[in-house]
């Protein structure tokens, strides 16, 4: 076992991933705009206390395999605790990844008119998903690239949905008027 110590001192860490949460007793919280993100952690249990530490750079880990000493930067975390989830962990690690659980990323964007005029004219989904062992990014099947009001496309390597959508009162031809593009690919030969 790798010897892990804070402030020269032995701990017990462990190498996990978690989904950050905010602390309302930090204002300046530096992870807030994590919040909801899963990230590589360090728990550390030392003196009877458990924290965590963002191992995202790989920081935490360096510090407590250097003697956990203040000369090593850390960034303290906040994290849900039941997101907690060992890092890259496998029954088998040289069989591939099942693939078993999953994050996906949503974002609800407003499109407006122009940059000068703030009406609403649209809105659209950006949907993402890895798998949440192995990270691995999934692709969309049967969705053209570009970007359209009209349908549902992605991105050039199919990866991120751009899902145009509206409220449940709006009219069927809502956001309909606005300007897309498609991106078409053709091979050598076609060339
Ligand atoms: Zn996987």
């Known amino acids: 076992m790798t010897d892990t110590r804070w402030n020269g001192e032995p701990c017990t860490a462990l190498r996990l991933t978690a989904i950050v949460a905010d602390i ?51 960034s303290n975390i906040v994290i849900d605790p039941d997101s907690v989830q060992l890092r890259g962990h496998r029954a088998d690690p040289d069989k591939p990844c099942p693939h078993e659980n999953f994050d996906a990323y ?15 004219i649209g809105y659209a989904a950006d949907i993402k998903v890895n798998c949440r062992e192995c990270r691995e990014p999934f692709r969309w099947t049967g ?46 030969k076609e060339g």
């Open 143 to 188: 969705v053209p690239a570009g970007c359209s009001p009209r349908q549902p496309m992605c991105s050039v390597d199919e990866t991120e949905l751009r899902a145009p959508l509206r409220p449940a009162s709006a009219d069927p031809d809502f956001g309909l008027g606005l300007p897309g593009f498609a991106v078409n690919y053709r091979s050598p």
């Open 24 to 74: 309302d007793a930090f204002p300046q919280y530096w992870a807030r705009h994590l919040v909801g993100t899963r990230r590589n952690v360090v728990r550390v249990e030392y003196g009877g206390e458990t924290f965590y530490l963002d191992d995202e750079d790989g920081s935490g880990w360096n510090k407590l395999t250097h003697g956990g000493s203040p000369h090593w930067a850390h």
């Open 106 to 120: 949503v974002e609800v964007n407003r499109v407006t008119a122009s940059d000068s005029d703030a009406t609403v």
